[in-house]
């Protein structure tokens, strides 16, 4: 099973069980101290967008009302300017948000037990990005010191990190009472290390919510597609290494184009990711050490995003630090530059020699390192 997969069926999902019925209404209520008047949107999960529900200008005082209806529970996002998001689990009655615009993620919800939930789970996954990221931090400085016996041993510390991370996850979406919320949690997960997971927690889904249509519905596309895959002759790798690197052509954040072979002449990491993706947001502290090690050694990075929504993309490179070129279609999984490299999971990457071949692929951690140390020596 694929990334792309799970990230369509849930939206599909949500989209389907959404349309065709008046449903219940819901409604938002919400006073944020600190922050300054503007506007706020309602933003529901739709197929490769988000569909904007209501939106209202806050008060002096920040507060705000929002408003919906929901045939079922889904999940929701408040938006705020600078790129900034309360994630709730809705589906009737009104909910009561409370929070301090400079401490935004310790928002407080009542009156809705799967958004309080869902703010502790995400509460509780900030905390385990953390410690990946100061981990990641102090094997970069043993590395750079050459401590080979505590750098064996931090790497052992990760794996055992990455593992509790996995099963807490797992955890919470087997015991959770929201589908949405469940939903949510197990795209965290890499599918193709957690097939059989994946399998076992489909058929708990469909006997925990039996008359959900989304649980159906993902169950159903869930099954076609893992049978599909079965059947489907092995894909091919993409291009393969000693080949040219095919060109890649899209626009930036800011609407300029750039293309792969104005950075010829460089080692050139071409990084596939999304802002969505947790396995690339946890190797993002990789890359970035990387890039700031050798960056001034004819060495660059062009981040190339899955994504469809344009502020969650720019809202990722600003949090994770990435500092070097990005570009994207915004057309998620049905990215030119996917097909075009037959990237069918993320994290992705291809190294780019100063000629334009393809010297290396997918390099974590430790190999992307010794891999641009060989290369850069």
């Known amino acids: 099973m694929r990334v792309k997969y799970l990230i369509l069926l849930f939206i599909g999902a949500v989209y389907l069980s959404s349309c065709g019925s008046s449903g219940s209404k819901f409604s938002v209520k919400g006073k944020i101290n600190n922050m300054p008047q503007q506007s706020v949107y309602l933003e529901e999960l739709g197929i490769n967008d988000i569909v904007i529900v209501d939106s209202a200008k806050t008060g002096k005082d920040g507060e705000f009302e929002l408003s919906g209806t929901a045939p079922e529970e889904g999940l929701y996002r408040v938006r705020f300017q600078m790129e900034r998001y309360l994630l709730l689990s809705l589906d009737k009655g009104t909910v009561n948000v409370k929070a301090d615009w400079n401490q935004l993620e310790n928002y407080n919800v009542e009156g809705s037990g799967a958004s309080a939930s869902l703010r502790n789970f995400l509460s509780t996954v900030r905390e385990h990005l953390r410690d990946f990221n100061t981990i990641s931090i102090v094997m970069d400085s043993m590395r750079a010191r050459g401590n080979d016996s505590l750098l064996t041993a931090a790497k052992k510390d990760l794996q055992d990190m990455n593992m509790g991370f996995t099963r807490f996850i797992e955890e919470y979406a087997d015991t959770t009472h929201s589908l949405p919320n469940a939903l949510f949690a197990v795209q965290m997960l890499n599918p193709q290390v957690e097939m059989d997971y994946l399998g076992v927690f489909i058929q708990s889904m469909n006997a925990r919510f039996p008359k959900a249509k989304m649980a159906k519905e993902f169950a159903d596309k869930y099954n076609k597609m893992a049978t599909g895959m079965q059947q489907q002759p092995t894909a091919s790798a993409g291009p393969a290494i000693g080949q040219p690197a095919p060109e890649i052509s899209l626009p930036t954040p800011d609407g300029k184009t750039v ?108 190999a992307l390192d010794a891999e641009l140390a060989k290369a850069l020596k």
């Open 259 to 366: 293309s792969l072979s104005s950075l010829k002449g460089k080692y050139v990491l071409v990084d596939f990711w999304a802002s969505w993706c947790g396995p690339c947001r946890k190797e993002n502290p990789n890359v970035v050490a990387a890039f700031n090690k050798y960056k001034n050694k004819n060495f660059t990075v062009l981040g190339v995003s899955l994504d469809s929504d344009k502020d969650k993309w720019i809202g990722a490179i600003e949090k994770d630090g990435l500092t070097w070129a990005h570009i994207s279609d915004l057309k998620g999984w049905e990215s030119v530059a996917a097909r075009t490299y037959n990237v069918n999971s993320i994290p992705a990457n291809f190294l780019i020699d100063p000629q334009g071949n393809i010297i290396a692929r997918d390099l974590r951690e430790e």
